[in-house]
């Protein structure tokens, strides 16, 4: 299984909005309804922010929000704040209880 | 609240085995609703799924990395447990402990750098 395609960076204002793509393939991204993404900040331990696609973990901001169309799910953080710079990685379910990571996409507050 | 903690050896010889164990306080390992996994990050690099084990045993490997793991479970301990053999400097690493929740990991160990050299 290869990791899941997000461009390497991406970047806003403050309040601007920013979204990341993920790419996979019928047998990951665009066979399930799981794909979540993660947010590292650095030298830290991943955070989930969107899980089953669209879903946010309680405490995370409706700033943040996930959709999938075909092999492509995307994250959207509207209203960029300065915390919100970090790393970001989608995850999807691959079958059979395997899973497969994207690249990661690093996120700059200008 | 959950808490899990990675521990083991920060250096291992190339050709050698690498051990690490996850120990899980302020829950239940033995909770029918998850599982328990591996998931590393070579220095500078994305993440990459290992394996994830049930407290009943049943296992499931990342297809590229299945040869040289095994991932085990001690219910009595509340620790699970990560071996991975024939280790290479492309296995150096920070190593984390994380909880399934369904198909995401919702809590995460704060992970352990491991590094494979002579």
């Known amino acids: 299984q290869s990791a899941l395609t997000q461009p390497p960076s991406a970047s806003g204002s403050p309040g601007q909005s920013v979204t990341i793509s993920c790419t996979g393939t019928?047998?990951?991204?665009?066979?399930?309804?799981?794909v979540s993404w993660y947010q590292q900040h650095p030298g830290k331990a991943p955070k989930v922010m969107i899980y089953?696609?669209?879903k946010r973990p309680s405490g995370v901001p409706d700033r943040f929000s996930g959709s999938k169309s075909g092999n492509t799910a995307s994250l959207t953080v509207s209203g960029l704040q300065a915390e919100d710079e970090a790393d970001y990685y989608c995850?999807?379910?691959?079958?059979?209880?395997?899973?497969?990571f994207g690249t990661g996409t690093k996120v700059t507050v200008l | 609240q959950l808490q899990l903690q990675e521990s083991g050896p920060g250096l291992v010889k190339p050709s050698e085995t690498l051990s690490l164990t996850c120990t899980v306080s302020?829950?239940?390992?033995?909770?029918?609703?998850?599982?328990w996994g591996w998931i590393r990050q070579p220095p500078e690099k994305g993440l990459e799924w290992i394996g994830s084990?049930?407290?009943?045993?049943?296992?499931y490997y990342n297809p590229s990395l299945k040869s040289r793991v095994t991932i085990s479970v001690d219910t009595s301990k509340s620790q699970f447990s990560l071996k991975l053999s024939s280790v290479t400097a492309a296995d150096t690493a920070v190593y984390y402990c994380?909880?399934?929740?369904?198909?995401?990991?919702?809590?995460w160990g704060q992970g352990t750098l491991v590094t494979v050299s002579s």
């Open positions: 084990i049930y407290y009943s045993g049943s296992t």
């Open positions: 994380a909880r399934q929740d369904g198909f995401d990991w919702s809590y």
């Open positions: 089953e696609v669209s």
């Open positions: 019928s047998s990951d991204v665009g066979g399930y309804k799981y």
């Open positions: 302020g829950g239940s390992i033995s909770s029918t609703a998850y599982y």
């Open positions: 995850s999807s379910h691959a079958g059979s209880n395997n899973f497969v």
